[in-house]
């Protein structure tokens, strides 16, 4: 199955069509009866804000009080000329009155390809391999199932294998079945789409949630975080969030990652694969380059217009199996686990967001939009002084004592830190909050710098947001 959704993905890849830099979001309200066939929910309006020139798109809110994920929201604003963020998500039933929601977010890096393959193969694959774990296979839309006795639940420990299995399954199918496909081809056009979605790379999260007994996974490779709020009191009794981070980074200032990379590479080597890899990553779906054995680089840039090897770089292969070097990189996720309370919420951003809001000021900005879901989508954002503008003491939030502001993009931009509620979605909101916030002249500038400088002004900014019943 791995296989078959991992070929597939390449194939698609021929025909996908790149998109335009605007900031584009979307939200979506959940039904206990709603399945999606695709990789993530259809709109049903559009609506179009001229300041940032983004697409808004929505459903009416479901007053159904059920178990599961009650509203999907997600905000991408690239910074290069073509997207490279995918956000996918997911609701199905895998075995008899057991459904599961899954939530995707990928970062593409030196290319959008690998990141477009992720999307269309992550959550078909781990929704193939969880049915296969659970026992049957997944029932389709439209199709009853008589049987009235549901499945034994299956083990944590079970869930976790199936999603390593489906991340490996993946960055298989994009890394090592890639060869296969270009050696075959009779078309160099071919070639250069499927050596594209493996020599590029894509950082993967992904969230699973296990509606019938509120388990929530959340699986990264990559550099993009987690974060879930959950309903508090301060000690002067006044109701906050508390901050539950769910993922760690791979990247070299992680020390079990950077002990890892040494185990196997010499630090030249290290600072060379850094250079290639163009981002301090450390796990992350395809760059075959970094995976790839000596020979099959050497054929692929001889023959099919490859880049050039990484001469003696990979690590060196021994004949104890319990002493095999591991590769610089690798697509082995980190799972976290954690129950779900009602009212909690998930926040999944890439590196950019969080380079420049804290995990206290993302869960606090989601609680001031809480709060304020009254807001008007047609307010003018160039004029916001009616609004209310908020500072770090204002969010609903839990700050650990001594806390310390270590993010960087406003100090780089040499802005303060203020912040606004003016967006119906609630990802649009942490990526306005994310690129300025208030400073409202200051957003609409950064918006409007073209590609390269808007590469070089802010990072790509993507937001899954689900909130929980």
């Not at 798109?57 to 997600?74: A, F, L, M, Q």
């Not at 609701?91 to 269309?120: C, H, K, V, Y």
């Not at 023959?303 to 004949?319: A, I, K, Q």
Request: charged residues 20%.
């Amino acid at each position: 199955m791995a296989w078959v959704t991992g070929r597939r993905s390449l194939l698609f890849l021929t025909g996908v069509a790149s998109f335009g830099g605007s900031l584009y979001y979307r939200e979506t309200n959940n039904r206990a009866d709603n399945h999606q066939d695709d990789a993530c929910n259809i709109p049903s309006k559009r609506t179009f804000d001229s300041f940032a020139n983004h697409i808004w798109s929505g459903s009416p809110v479901d007053e159904r009080n059920d178990k599961i994920v009650t509203r999907y929201s997600s905000a991408y604003l690239a910074n290069k000329g073509i997207g490279f963020c995918s956000l996918g998500f997911h609701r199905i039933e895998l075995a008899p009155q057991q459904n599961w929601t899954f939530g995707l977010l990928s970062e593409g890096f030196r290319g959008w390809e690998t990141s477009a393959f992720i999307f269309r193969a992550l959550i078909p694959t781990i929704c193939a391999v969880l049915s296969l774990a659970l026992g049957k296979n997944a029932s389709r839309p439209g199709k009853e199932d008589l049987s009235t006795e549901p499945e034994p639940p299956i083990t944590s420990e079970k869930i976790d294998m199936s999603i390593r299995k489906a991340f490996l399954d993946v960055d298989h199918g994009v890394v090592d079945q890639a060869p296969d496909m270009i050696i075959s081809s009779p078309s160099q056009a071919l070639n250069m789409v499927q050596l594209s979605a493996a020599v590029s790379g894509s950082t993967g999260m992904l969230a699973v949630y296990d509606e019938s007994r509120r388990i929530l996974k959340v699986a990264n490779v990559g550099d993009a975080r987690a974060v879930l709020g959950r309903k508090a009191l301060h000690e002067n009794g006044m109701p906050c969030f508390e901050v539950h981070v769910l993922s760690s980074e791979h990247t070299s200032s992680n020390p079990s990652e950077l002990a890892r990379l040494q185990e196997s590479h010499s630090d030249t080597d290290i600072k060379v694969l850094q250079e290639y890899v163009e981002r301090d990553i450390t796990r992350a779906f395809g760059l075959a380059m970094c995976k790839w054995s000596q020979s099959l680089q050497d054929r692929i840039y001889r023959d099919y217009l490859g880049e050039s090897p990484l001469v003696n770089l990979l690590p060196r292969s021994t004949s104890d199996p319990e002493n095999q070097q591991q590769p610089y990189l690798n697509a082995e996720p980190d799972i976290r686990t954690i129950h779900v309370r009602p009212g909690d919420f998930l926040v999944m951003a890439s590196k950019g967001v969080w380079d420049s809001l804290a995990n206290e000021e993302v869960i606090g900005l989601v609680g001031v939009w809480l709060a304020r879901q009254n807001c008007n989508p047609r307010t003018p954002i160039s004029h916001p002084s009616l609004e209310k503008i908020y500072d770090q003491n204002m969010l609903p939030v839990k700050f650990p004592e001594k806390w310390e502001d270590t993010t960087t993009w406003y100090q780089k931009m040499k802005i303060q830190k203020k912040y606004i509620c003016v967006d119906t979605n609630v990802a649009a909101h942490l990526v306005r909050n994310a690129l300025g916030g208030a400073n409202q002249a200051f957003t609409e500038g950064v918006l409007r710098l073209p590609y390269p400088l808007s590469a070089n002004s802010r990072g790509e900014l993507a937001v899954m947001v689900l909130q929980f019943e």
